[in-house]
């Protein structure tokens, strides 16, 4: 089983990497900062970044970023913009903007009429807390403007995509005039026949030479780079494919043999359809990510706050925590907060995926990206910038398109040594068609289709980018999946423990029965029960004070209250001792407490709170928590998915029965405490099959690190997005089976993508190295390989939960 250990981890870093152009680069990078020392990394060819643990306190971030360069790649610099408060004047922008130069990496201007620094700054030498930390101390306030930067970050992007299209066109026109003659070679040249050539050779090499060697530059800076790291990718499969078609056509030219063939069209094809291949897979690997970036785009830009009495509109980076902003009918809210007046109702679907609006009263909490209907409220701000809800359900997402499944490791293991064997096939391919049939240019027409068709980009695609659209759904249907081995396992599930209060259950108890003992009254009994349980934040505790208060019951002071975890509560009213739990920790305390108390209240599913003043029963509580209209449902449906629902729960063993009838559960475990949880776990695990935990998040958290994968339901808390592998911001049950569904989804496609890679190359490569498959059409194939990976990766848009 896997555990969410209790071993503390070192915090990982996210380096961004330009210049992968397949899954060997990423094999590359990951062996040379594994072998830094304390290293562990990973690195994701479809997001360019690369996710590093340090251990050791004498390696850091800057070494892995000089082994990235050392190994011929780049981190390239990160934009970064922050609002600057405290500036008085233009001398105090310019003492800043020294101070920021001065950091290591760090290039910025200082813009004092808007209040904003500007930034680039490399990732590794320095980081954005550290940035804003050297802003307070030469005194002045930062805040970072995460969704800015991202944008600009999408805008460089887009014009590197232009520019990358220009490049195209251009290998494109100087290509035309080669391919044209094409139809009529394929009848004669490739036959043996005397070749038919409307482009004079000397055009041709004139034509085909820019193409090679200005616009195909980058295949030979990816080979050296990859050769000198000790590696080999897919840029060295295109350098040597294309330089041998163009080298001999060029020797040919120059000699005057018009006997032989030449073959410019074959590699100036070449490059631009691979270039084509490329700006294709740019784009699509760019729509992985829209649901992300559609979840950037819902946080408004503004916020409205008071300010001598008119209503202003502030920029949202400047929110403080413990601010008052206004939130106006059919307005977004900016901040994570809580409502400090007004009433209204909120659409939270772009956070939980439930498209029914939710009522807010006083007190409530409002999150930000969360649109408001028609009342107005006026919210204290609970949590800003990298710290509301919506920032982390972000975080959460982007860490897990980082990560990798384990599923992917048979692609890392192939990609290893996929090069050097293509290369070695080819080399073979070339000296026994040269030997064999004695015709060298079918030798190296062969040998250059075999390169070329052998490109692993699909390969080092197949996993990520499914992973990447998979967790992106997720996000839009209010499931955060912390990383993608949990989004595989999953799908393995075989046996769900769930947690009864706050899972199969609404989690907000109410007292519901109150049985008396002769001389006492139902307000003395609820008084002297809300006296000792008016400071614990328990649920139960709470809906008894609720009830005490709603009652008009005397509540006095208590004092030496003591809890037992999972059974009761002790203390002191004035002179009297006080008992409240379970009936059996009154009985453990030496409290007779009547059979026929119980019995009626825990048949019907009631939650049981007997009590004893000075060691006598005085009476019993029954406290109601209503099952879930879903729950029974949820229940059914995950049994329909071949899944065992156990139920896990403190409660007695009638109200374990009477919750486990009304959703359908026929099996369960009664008066387990939430330290013995885990152990149950790991007794449903024994006979090996694969166990799922749904809880709360936080008072199960021992369990939820014992699952193999485990789901927090219906919690917005940071805590319990760290304790859980993957956190469903609805509360409902039915978030189990969702993420189940989407890993069944994930999983499928992940597997259907490597079977398209593996195709390609399985069949491509003989049938290359037979001679039945010309160079231009296997660049062709290549590029298709990817762009086929990456438009399956994209069907999985279509999932939708429910279904």
Known sequence: MTSNATKAMPVPVELPISGMTCAACATRIEKVLNRLPGVRATVNLAAEKARISFSEENVGPGDAVAAIERAGFEVPTVSLELAVSGMTCAACAARLEKVLNRLPGVAATVNFATERASLRYRPGLSEPDSIKQAVQRAGFGAAETGIAAREQQRERQAAHWKAELRLFWIAALLTLP???Q???????????????EIVPRWLQLILASPVQFWIGARFYRGAWSALRGGGANMDVLIALGTSMAWGYSAVVTVLGRHDLHVYFEASAMIVTLILLGKLMEARAKARTTAALDALLRLQPRQAFIERDGDIVAVPVETLQPGDVFIVRPGDSVPVDGEIVSGTSSLNEAMLTGESMPVDKHVGAHV??????????????ATGVGAHTLLAGIIRMVEQAQGSKAPVQRLADRISAVFVPVVVAIALVTLVLWWWVAGDFAQALTSAVAVLVIACPCALGLATPTAIMVGTGQGARAGML??????????????????????????????????????????????GIAAAVEQTSGHPIAAAIVAEARRVGARVADASAVSAVPGKGVSGSVENREILLGTP??????????PADAAVELAAAGKTLVAAAVDGQFAG???????????????????????????????????????????????????????GDKAAAVGTLAANGERVGMAGDGINDAPALAAADVSFAIGVGADVAVEAADITLVKN????????????????????????????????????????????????????????????????????????
């Not at 990206?369 to 006026?378: K, S």
């Not at 928590?625 to 995950?638: F, G, N």
């Not at 989804?745 to 490569?765: D, E, H, M, P």
């Open 178 to 180: 080669l391919a044209a």
């Open 367 to 380: 999150f930000a990206a969360t649109l408001n209907g028609e009342g107005v409220l006026r919210c204290r």
């Open 481 to 526: 999946i912390k990383n993608a081995e949990a989004l595989e396992l999953a799908e393995k599930i075989r046996v769900l423990a769930v947690d009864k209060t706050g899972t199969l259950t609404e989690g907000s108890p109410a007292v519901s029965d109150v049985v008396c003992a002769d001389g006492w009254s139902g307000d003395a009994l609820l």
């Open 584 to 593: 059996a920790f009154l009985a453990e305390r030496g409290v007779v407490v």
């Open 732 to 803: 409902s049950l039915n978030g189990v089976a969702d993420a189940i569904d989407l890993s069944r989804a994930t999983l499928a496609k992940i597997r259907q993508n490597l079977f398209f890679a593996f195709i390609y190359n399985v069949l491509g490569i003989p049938l290359a190295a037979f001679g039945l498959l010309n160079p231009v059409i296997a660049a062709a194939a290549m590029a298709m390989s990817s762009v086929s990976v990456l438009g399956n990766s994209l069907l999985l848009k279509r999932w939708r939960p429910g279904r």
């Open 620 to 674: 019993m509580i029954g406290v109601a928590d209503r099952v879930r209209p879903d729950s029974a449902a949820a229940v059914a449906r995950l049994k329909g998915r071949g899944l065992r629902v156990v139920m896990l729960t403190g409660d007695h063993e009638a109200t374990a029965a009477a919750i486990a009838a009304q959703t359908g559960i026929s099996e369960w475990r009664a008066g387990v405490l939430p």
């Open 182 to 196: 094409m139809p009529a070679m394929f009848g004669a040249g490739w036959a043996g026949d005397a070749p038919h």
